[in-house]
């Protein structure tokens, strides 16, 4: 298996622009989770789903945050207006849940400069 | 309030050193507890701990959950620069889906 496919690896934008980082999950995994991470904060989960449900969305700063996912093989997280206290780089994570422990696997993370 | 701690916050050895990383937890439900090294790029998984005094090893890492202390330790003995990372522990609760309290993480720099 490939492991979770985030994209694009960085993105460079300026201050009010839309962003849109896009996951896609281990397949047969049926839990996604969106993480944040800056050297301030560490690592912070910002929403998860569960069989393609928003479970949790309590973490996701503001309304400008939002986040979706479609099918059981793709999410996406959207910033629209960005900041430059979004840099971070956003991470995207699967699990198989109880079966595994609730074991989670990260993807390579997307690195967000808002200028 | 949830709440997880590691220390040291930052480590530098050098090479063929043993380290001991620490975790502690404040939280309620707990169900398991979980090591993750992240170099440059995504944490990945190391061990998951579920029951007190059982140590879990692997190669030249080795780990061990205490719940009457609410911690764990993770160790690294023989160092090599490969080790260097950021060694995250995480938190799993039982009433929480499958949602994980990070902590903010030991920066390990193993020098030659």
């Known amino acids: 298996d490939a492991g979770v496919i985030q994209s694009p690896r960085h993105e460079v934008t300026e201050m009010g622009q839309e962003v849109t980082l896009r996951c896609k999950p281990i397949s047969g995994h049926n839990s996604l989770f969106w993480y944040r991470q800056t050297m301030m904060r560490g690592l912070e989960l910002l929403i998860y789903f569960n069989n393609n449900v928003p479970i949790d969305d309590s973490g996701m700063p503001e309304d400008r945050f939002s986040a979706k996912m479609p099918n059981a093989s793709f999410s996406t997280l959207k910033i629209q207006p960005s900041e430059p206290r979004d840099s971070a780089v956003y991470f995207c994570a699967s699990s198989l849940g109880p079966a595994e422990g609730n074991i989670q696997y990260f993807g390579a993370g997307t690195r967000l400069s808002v200028l | 309030e949830d709440k997880v701690v590691q220390s040291p916050l930052s480590l530098v050895v050098h090479e063929g050193d043993t380290v001991t990383l620490n975790c502690s937890y404040e939280?309620?439900?707990?169900?398991?507890l979980l090591w993750y090294k992240q170099e440059k790029k995504a944490p990945t998984f190391l061990f998951m701990l579920?029951?007190?005094?059982i140590e879990k090893k692997s190669g030249r890492l080795s780990s061990i959950l205490d719940k009457k202390e609410l911690s764990s330790i993770l160790n690294i003995t023989a160092t090599q620069t490969g080790d260097s990372a950021i060694y995250l522990c995480a938190v799993d609760l039982t009433n929480t889906g499958n949602q994980f309290y990070f902590g903010t993480g030991t920066s390990l720099t193993v020098i030659p």
């Open positions: 939280v309620t439900n707990f169900r398991s």
């Open positions: 579920t029951s007190s005094g």
